[in-house]
């Protein structure tokens, strides 16, 4: 079924190990997206991708890295968690890049740096 | 800078009841205008956009471009309608902008 997928849902980690969080979609759209969200505020963009090895920074600054090698494939990188980090991760895709179509959201990651 | 405000973190109401969820921009632009919603344990999904006018669960917004703003209304609030609903302008640029969002809770 065409989707897009995040994993993992939920993770707790230590501080200091590098993470990495998935996103893969089916629907081969060319634009990507990762939000952050803290409880009860906005959604922030913190990365996009127009297509494959296109990647920009978002309005919110963001410690993490993101890669697009393949169309479907959009992972998070954080090289080194930090209490800091601790959100929800949301990826979207797109089927253009003009808004008028809307964007499709994966399920999110929770994560938690202890 | 653009922003998006929605105004009540939290809003009740009675079932039959009708309810307006109000959001408010800022920019000297014209965005196109989204609701996203996000029922419990449920994604993030578009609710509606208008640009297309269109009228989604019941559920209608109006552009008041001279108070900029896109307030979402429905006559009569059903329970299923208790969500979290995202007011989402969309400036040309490559981004939605959302807002804080708005819990709306339809008690029985």
């Known amino acids: 079924e065409a989707d897009i997928y995040q994993t993992p849902r939920y993770l707790v980690i230590g501080t200091g190990k590098k993470i990495t969080l998935e996103c893969s979609q089916t629907m081969g759209h060319d634009k990507m997206y990762w939000y952050q969200q803290d409880p009860g505020m906005e959604l922030h963009l913190i990365h996009y991708?127009?297509?494959?090895?296109?990647?920009e920074k978002g309005d919110l600054s963001s410690e993490s890295t993101v890669s697009r090698i393949r169309t479907e494939h959009f992972p998070l990188t954080l090289e080194s968690a930090r209490p800091s980090h601790t959100s929800q991760y949301l990826c979207?895709?797109?089927?253009?890049?003009?808004?008028?179509?809307?964007?499709?959201f994966g399920s999110g990651t929770r994560l938690t740096v202890v | 800078a653009q922003r998006v405000t929605q105004p009540e973190k939290l809003l009740s109401v009675f079932k039959g009841a009708p309810v307006e969820l109000k959001c408010n921009y800022s920019y000297s632009g014209s965005p196109e205008l989204f609701w996203y919603v996000q029922y419990s344990r449920q994604r993030l999904q578009l609710l509606l956009r208008h640009i297309s006018r269109e009228s989604i669960k019941g559920f209608t917004a109006d552009l008041n471009k001279g108070e900029t703003s896109f307030h979402l209304k429905k006559p009569f609030a059903q329970e299923e309608d208790s969500a979290m609903y995202y007011c989402?302008?969309?400036?040309?640029?490559?981004?939605?902008?959302f807002g804080t969002g708005t819990s709306l809770t339809v008690i029985p």
């Open positions: 979207a895709s797109s089927e253009d890049g003009t808004g008028k179509v809307g964007y499709t």
């Open positions: 991708s127009y297509g494959v090895n296109s990647t």
């Open positions: 989402a302008p969309w400036w040309a640029g490559n981004q939605f902008y």
